[in-house]
């Protein structure tokens, strides 16, 4: 069994999996906003989990597994949390996740076992893997004070400007059009910013997801398509792998975010203090981009409904909980906070029409937002 350890935000954690490719696919996936260690301080570890093919194992549990009354949060996810049928074996708590076909195990240690039962390919377990990891981190960052929000985020000079707002508003089309050949910005973040308040000002720090292209960026982005043909796209592998891209079910892309630094010519950034926060809106009636700055209350009232899993403020995963690192957080707590970064920070309404991704509007939209 192969070991590495990560750390995010003060947490650290240890993976340990039989195939040490998924721990190279998982560094990647992660980095830099989580930093990878040669090894840590066992006092110092926060959580261990295990990534572990046993096909007898696996199949001895979908025995024992059946339609369960017994549920309990898995992850948190924008859309909502997201609950696993749950039951108990030889005294750990046994969940089944049936979309990656793999069994989480907590045990009496605390240590958290992800059972796999083959080596498919495309690779779903090291999603697996890399959600668990991913939901002990957000658990633990929410519990030192944190927020996140649902939103993307760019680079520059140490400066960060947030892009936020509901699904398919231009936030995935603005990144690409902000970072496509500009080597002095960097992807902060594609989907999930987590925002701390520092002494010095608010710090961002990108938390990992999988990259959605949707064919809807290739109409504003007609570079975009051809590039990603060129592009083994898919989330399971890594950026240096080559193939034939993958779509998703529904038409869709998804990339690794190492794969989209790649798609667009640019480097990860693992934190920066925010300039600015940016909600952007398809204008059909205008020809460019134009920032509008938005006033104190209006702006927290957005905000506040961009923060992640909005929908379901304060809730947490049950299964991979760390109490030891603190009190949750109540949704009133979440709100002020996120009312207070709006009232620090520069918000604007950007309304984006249809060559509003052209450089000639994107260079001083990136300036003014930027600094």
Known sequence: MNST???????????????????????????????????????????????????????????????????????????????????????ATVAVDEAFDVFYLRQPSGTLQIMDAHQASPRHARVALMRVVREYAMHHSLRQGRIFLHASAVARNGRAVL???????????????????????????????????EASGWQCRGMPSIVSVRPGSF??????????????????RFASDVGPARLLNDGRYGLSPAQFCQLLNTQPVATAMASAIAFPRLDPTISGARAHRLNTANAAERLTACLFAASGLGTRSELFDLPESGRF???????????QFAAEIPCFEVRLGPHAYQPEHIDPLLDQLLG
């Not at 509901?166 to 960097?186: D, E, F, I, M, W």
């Not at 957080?329 to 009312?339: G, I």
């Open 219 to 236: 109409t504003v982005l007609p570079w975009l398509h051809a590039r990603v043909q060129q592009f083994a796209c898919g989330h399971t």
């Open 5 to 91: 350890w990560f750390s995010y935000d003060g947490f650290s954690i240890e993976v340990a999996s039989d195939q040490t490719s998924d721990l190279s696919w998982l560094a990647e996936f992660l980095g830099p906003s989580f930093e990878q260690r040669t090894g840590c301080d066992p006092r110092n570890i926060h959580q261990r989990v295990l990534l572990s093919e046993d096909r007898p194992g696996f199949e001895r549990l979908q025995r024992l597994a059946h339609p369960s009354t017994t549920h309990c949060v898995g992850f948190v996810l924008d859309s909502g949390p997201l609950e696993l049928n749950t039951f108990h074996d030889q005294g």
């Open 329 to 339: 957080p109540t949704p009133l707590e979440l709100q002020n906070q996120a009312r």
């Open 163 to 197: 892009f936020t707002g509901p699904k398919q508003a231009g936030k995935t089309s603005l990144v690409c059009a902000s970072l496509y050949n500009r080597p002095a910005c960097g992807l902060l973040a594609n989907d999930r910013v987590l925002v701390a308040h």
